[in-house]
């Protein structure tokens, strides 16, 4: 209930700031003009739908040579924010990345490179039959405009509804 409060809390507060940025902006045309902050966002989404930080995952940024291991041609795509975070611990079935493309053309790659990780982690990347089940149940790819989200965790529902809501 408690974390179902702190969703429904962080949806209202994320629409009102985009409903305010909307009308002092001008007019905003169609799903292809969408872009948000995805550092605010990913920051605002977990710490509601984890409000306890001592029973979240443990989750690290994603850069360089280590990317390139899990999400390989991420790097060469052109991008206005990427942001990937991973679990520190291989064990624990929880993954987010964030991906605004420069190119709407560029969308479908960035799918196909996320489809890519879930595919491999099913497929015995993922060490633990936990880890494989949650891969295979848990994850989702979301888009919206030049935006490209990869959700997975228990969670994943709730990151969602987030991310849907903004």
């Known amino acids: ?3 179902t409060i702190s969703l429904f809390t962080l949806v209202l507060a994320l629409c009102l700031g985009l409903t305010a940025c909307a009308g002092a902006g001008g007019e905003q045309s169609g799903e292809d ?3 948000t902050d995805l550092t605010a966002f990913y ?3 977990f710490s509601a ?4 930080a001592d029973n979240a ?3 690290s940024e994603v850069t ?3 990317l390139d291991q899990l999400y390989p041609g991420l790097s060469e795509v052109e991008t ?3 942001l990937v975070y991973a679990p520190m611990i291989t064990a624990v079935a929880y993954e987010i990345a964030l991906v605004e493309v420069s190119d709407a053309a560029d969308v479908q790659t960035v799918q196909d490179i996320f ?3 879930i595919d491999s982690q099913v497929e015995g990347g993922a060490f633990y039959p936990e880890t494989v089940e949650a891969w295979q149940n848990s994850s989702e790819i979301v888009v919206r405009g030049n935006i490209v989200c990869l959700f997975v965790g228990a969670e994943k529902d709730d990151m969602v509804a987030a991310f849907n809501a903004l």
Do not use: H, L, W
């Open 43 to 45: 920051d605002d989404m």
């Open 1 to 3: 209930m408690r974390k």
């Open 80 to 82: 206005k924010q990427c």
């Open 49 to 52: 739908i984890f409000p306890d």
């Open 115 to 117: 489809q890519a990780r």
């Open 33 to 35: 003009t969408f872009t």
């Open 64 to 66: 360089g040579d280590y």
């Open 57 to 59: 995952p443990a989750m």
